[in-house]
């Protein structure tokens, strides 16, 4: 299998990729199992594409492991996710620190359980210095509430005197995002043959490939990821120009 990542082009690889990590529950039914083997499972998914990720020079990667509508769920399964999270956060860190991952997270931080939120801080911090793949975690996330929450800091600024209407293009818009200074995603995965954004980047995503897999997540490997980027580097991207024009 590594003959497909030895396939891709590395001058043309994505800076920052994003993944709808989609399929756990359907995965745990199939095994006939509860909805927690499924997430639990899906753990190996990500230490595999992370690995993978670092190994084709990504950059950054972003994971939508919480969204906000996630909450809503049973209690259950909000409070075993929460517990994984923790878990997986202690179990992976040293090899994070191994790999020179870095890490860090967007979203409603301020709503994770404490104990979960201290244990993500403690890894951020440990791995801060590192220089290699910069792999963000989506917790507690909805692109509507990033957005509404942006607005509220530019009107508050405006207000204040500190920002004037005329400033306001979509530059400086991206920088009240909790994804100011990270390069737009070029190419968004979805697995588990769903096609929504579910909310996700939506500002973000404005000129992203999307790649949709029927995979479940449980199952996806970096094997995968190296075929979603070569299908990636397929793709022309016109940015709303003619090829032509690109060929020029
Ligand atoms: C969607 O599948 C998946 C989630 C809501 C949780 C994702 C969490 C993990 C992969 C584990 C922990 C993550 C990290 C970063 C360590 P679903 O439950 O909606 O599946 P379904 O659509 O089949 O029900």
Redesign the pocket.
């Given at each position: 299998m590594d003959s497909i990542k030895n396939k891709l082009d590395i001058q043309k690889m994505p800076e920052h990729i994003a993944i709808i990590?989609?399929?756990?529950?359907?995965?745990a039914?199939k095994h006939g199992k509860a909805?927690i083997f499924?997430?639990e499972n899906?753990?190996e998914?990500?230490r595999s594409v992370v690995e993978g990720a670092g190994e084709a020079g990504i950059k950054h990667l972003t994971?939508?492991?919480?969204?906000t509508e996630?909450w809503e769920r049973p209690k259950s399964e909000v409070d075993a996710?929460m517990e994984?999270?923790v878990h997986?956060?202690e179990n992976?860190s040293e090899l994070l620190m191994e790999k020179n991952v870095r890490l860090s997270a967007i979203g409603n931080l301020a709503k994770m359980p404490l104990g979960v939120k201290e244990k993500l801080d403690g890894c951020i911090e440990m791995l801060r210095k590192n220089t290699g793949l910069n792999l963000i975690?989506a917790l507690s996330y909805s692109s509507k509430w990033e957005i509404t929450e942006a607005v509220k800091r530019i009107v508050n600024e405006a207000l204040e005197g500190k920002l004037q209407p005329e400033m306001i293009n979509d530059t400086l818009f991206g920088q009240y995002l909790n994804t100011a200074g990270i390069p737009d995603p070029e190419l968004l995965i979805r697995t588990?043959g769903?096609y929504r954004i579910s909310n996700f980047l939506l500002w973000q995503i404005a000129y992203t490939e999307f790649y949709f897999t029927d995979k479940?997540?449980p199952d996806f490997r970096k094997e995968d990821l190296f075929e979603a980027i070569a299908d990636f580097q397929c793709r022309e991207r016109r940015f709303g120009k003619t090829s032509e024009q690109l060929s020029m």
């Open positions: 990590m989609d399929g756990n529950g359907r995965w039914e909805r499924g997430h899906g753990v998914a990500v994971l939508y492991a919480f969204s996630n996710l994984l999270l997986s956060i992976e975690l588990s769903e479940l997540w």
